[in-house]
């Protein structure tokens, strides 16, 4: 299968074209996004199940989504997300929707992935808070 690299620049581009025609109903669509692309990652990281998070994290990083990443029962902690950009409200949408696949195909259940914290709004990292539906 093929990949293209689209570096933060372009990824912020994209955002603030969708922002200004759809405002924040696009943040959805990222979130969505993020699914789908963690949809193909969680397939490959169930492979080895006992080692899960360390494998999506593994991928995370080498796709560059993020520098460091820690995964807890119920909250995760990213430093260097790509999504990171000045503003005043949290912005890893696609990292969200990422995490909350990840952790469904884990689990076999819905969960919501809030992020609590983002590095955009002067946080020194971005915090999401994973709870069980």
């Known amino acids: 299968m093929r ?3 689209i570096d933060q620049g372009e990824l912020r581009q994209i955002k603030e074209l969708y922002e200004g ?5 696009c943040h959805g669509l990222f979130f969505k996004e993020g699914s789908v692309i963690g949809s193909g990652m969680a397939d490959e990281a169930l492979k080895d199940r006992a080692r899960f998070f360390d494998r999506v994290g593994h991928i995370l990083k ?3 989504w993020v520098e460091e ?8 902690v990213a430093k260097g997300s790509i999504e990171v950009a000045p503003s ?3 912005t890893c949408h696609r990292l969200r ?3 909350r ?3 469904e195909r884990f689990k076999g259940g ?6 609590e914290m983002c590095a955009s709004t002067g946080h020194p990292e971005c915090r999401f808070r994973i709870e069980d539906m």
């Open 3 to 5: 990949s293209v690299k």
């Open 21 to 25: 025609v759809m405002s924040h109903a």
């Open 62 to 64: 080498e796709r560059g």
């Open 69 to 76: 990443i820690t995964f807890g029962d119920h909250e995760v």
């Open 88 to 90: 005043d409200i949290p």
């Open 97 to 99: 929707g990422m995490l």
């Open 101 to 103: 696949e990840f952790y």
């Open 110 to 115: 819905r969960v919501k992935c809030t992020e």
